[in-house]
């Protein structure tokens, strides 16, 4: 039955910017805090207040739209979006209208399939966050400490036809909005917020009629509401039924669907222009200074790292997956690290600890100075690459230690004393006679217990190449 | 010309305004002779004039991302009808 039908899907993706300040007064645009406690009379809308516009919320969007590919606007304008509701204590929405800050663009991404595709979004404009609403006890609190964050929507054209697709190229997206650096993109936190159209239709046949799924806030909800929506629009027309055009939302705890109340789908924005906000022209000049702010984006750096450092596809890919890792493997390496070495400690090492469970986020706490000195100790035969991973770095990790002294704290400084080395696996080959002469008749393999021994007796401390080249010695006798 | 009844009733319908009776028929005759009013507008040539989207010629008007002291809470909520002393308190609404 499913196969008969073709999905299609178009996003709307909010994304919160990270400036210092709101959108349109300087309460700090910081997340959480004790409810209003971020608020001032513009951002929780006193009569006769006035907004003054953030020159760096208008930056930041020209500037995801130029890592997008978008048109920037040379003229824009700002509109009033008319709605009656307590998230929203102006009664309007500040938003853009007819003359968005970027159009068209697009993302370029691989399909659940394996396929390359490609989705062109419509616009991305600049308006204002709504406040938070807690229904409790019958009555609805309101807090409007996220009230005037400045919040970027972009918008797809319906290119995606599955759940999984749509997935795959959030996931795009928000890998390359991470990388200008323009939002924290945490959809835990909100600062990611994603509204599902979707329609269904038979194969060849015309476009469906659609529904909007509101507010998803993981990755997860999406995949989960557009499969459901999608097989609730197919049941409807299969058993006869017709889709109506309705916002709907999605309780994920429920894992369902519903639509919303009649009432509270009469949407009727009347938007007219903002007569309180004065037009953004953007010149070309303008325009290229915000592009020379884009840092190098993803592909840019899997080239590169393939290139001049020799780095596998897959782990080139694995380390630009987040762009707070490819800055810390671009800063080790910068600070003299050899390139695989740092990639591979990296991939191991430091992704076990930055993925916290449970979540999409990834959080260093180690600086690429820190990661090259212990890279550096074991190069230098200060310690074993082991005692680093098993010691070393869990000590430095989310402090500003030095390993060094972190090394000699713990008295890990490796022992290349040959000598002592000596005397060590004398005495271990006079306490294992029989093993001894096992590796002299020609079963080398024992050689590993040795060096188990040895380590051991030197509480690890004994450079691995100089036990081996004593051993291999002594041993052949 | 009045304004009908049913664009009446939808219009307090977004606004959440609720009118008697005798109300909603004077609202449509006045909102009716508003328009009226703004209609002769549609009389003026302004086949040479540019289109613009503000009446003043001024344009990025623009703010440094700074931020300042929010104002203090409790002034902040001083003048709302209700609140719980962290939070501005409005009549159950459902999402």
């Known amino acids: 039955m499913t196969a008969d039908y073709e999905i299609t899907i178009g996003l709307e993706i909010h994304c919160e910017l990270k400036t210092k300040s709101k959108i349109f007064c300087s309460c700090p645009n910081t997340f959480g805090g004790e409810p209003n406690t971020h608020c001032c009379p513009v951002c929780s809308g006193f009569p006769g207040v006035l907004p003054v516009l953030n020159k760096t919320a208008v930056e930041y969007t020209v500037k ?24 929203l204590p102006k009664a309007w929405q500040t938003s853009q209208y007819d003359l968005p800050l970027c159009r068209g663009g697009g993302v370029a991404f691989k399909g659940a399939d394996g396929e390359d595709k490609f989705v062109r ?58 990388y200008t650096g323009v939002s ?58 017709e ?25 009727d924005y009347r938007y007219f222009p903002e007569p309180d906000l004065m037009p953004v022209v953007m010149s070309d000049e303008d325009i290229e200074r915000i592009r020379a702010t884009i840092p190098a984006l993803k592909q840019q750096r899997i080239d590169k790292y393939t290139a001049e450092y020799n780095l596998s596809d897959y782990d080139a890919a694995l380390i630009t997956a987040d762009v707070a890792i490819a800055d810390l493997f671009d800063g080790t390496v910068a600070e003299g ?18 993925k916290e469970p449970g979540s999409e986020d990834v959080n260093i706490k180690i600086t690429p100075a820190q990661l090259s000195a212990m890279l550096s100790l074991v190069e230098q035969g200060v310690v074993s690459l082991v005692a680093v991973q098993k010691e070393i770095f869990p000590k430095v990790w989310g402090t500003d230690a030095d390993p060094a002294a972190v090394v000699d704290k713990l008295g890990l400084r490796q022992s290349n004393d040959t000598a002592e080395i000596e005397a060590a696996v004398k005495e271990i080959m006079a306490a294992n006679e029989k093993v001894v002469n096992d590796y002299r008749s020609g079963n080398t393999k024992v050689v590993s217990f040795f060096v188990g021994q ?10 691995p190449k100089v036990v081996n080249e004593v051993l291999s010695r002594l041993l052949k006798g | 010309m009045k304004i009908d009844r049913k664009e009446v009733l939808h219009i307090a319908e977004l606004s959440r305004l609720t009118f008697t009776e005798e109300e909603l028929d004077a609202m449509g005759e006045q909102m009716g002779s508003v328009l009226e009013k703004f209609r002769r507008l549609d009389e ?6 540019p289109p613009t989207a503000h009446i003043l010629p001024f344009v990025n008007v623009l703010r440094e991302d700074k931020a300042a002291e929010p104002m203090p809470r409790e002034e902040l909520l001083k003048n709302a009808p209700e609140s719980d002393g962290s939070a501005y308190i409005v009549p159950k609404v459902l999402e």
Request: aromatic content about 6%.
């Open chain 1, 64 to 87: 995801a739209g130029l890592a997008l590919g978008c048109d920037i606007s040379r003229y824009s304008k700002w509109d009033r979006k008319n709605y009656f509701y307590p998230d």
């Open chain 1, 121 to 178: 979004l419509n616009r991305i404009h600049l308006e204002e966050d709504a406040g938070k609403l807690i229904h409790e006890g019958g009555v609805t609190r309101v807090d409007y400490n996220r009230c005037g964050v400045p919040l970027m929507e972009i918008v797809t054209e319906p290119d995606l036809h599955s759940p999984e697709d749509a997935v795959a190229f959030l996931t795009e997206l928000k890998n390359i909005l991470k």
């Open chain 1, 184 to 241: 924290d993109v945490k959809m835990q936190e909100g600062s990611l917020r994603c509204d599902v159209n979707l329609s269904v239709a038979r194969k060849g046949g015309p476009l469906g009629t659609r529904t909007e799924t509101k507010n998803l806030n993981s990755f997860r909800s999406v995949l989960r509401s557009c499969k459901y929506e999608a097989e609730r629009q197919i049941e409807l027309l299969e058993s006869g039924g």
């Open chain 1, 243 to 267: 889709v109506v055009q309705e916002t709907r939302r999605w309780d994920d705890a429920a894992g369902e669907g519903s639509g919303m109340r009649g009432k509270e789908n009469a949407h």
């Open chain 1, 337 to 354: 690290a050899n390139p695989k070495k740092a990639a591979n400690f990296i991939m191991g090492d430091v992704m076990r600890l930055a």
């Open chain 1, 454 to 463: 040895v380590m051991k007796a030197t509480k690890g401390k004994a450079n």
């Open chain 2, 44 to 49: 003026v040539d302004v086949s040479d004039v």
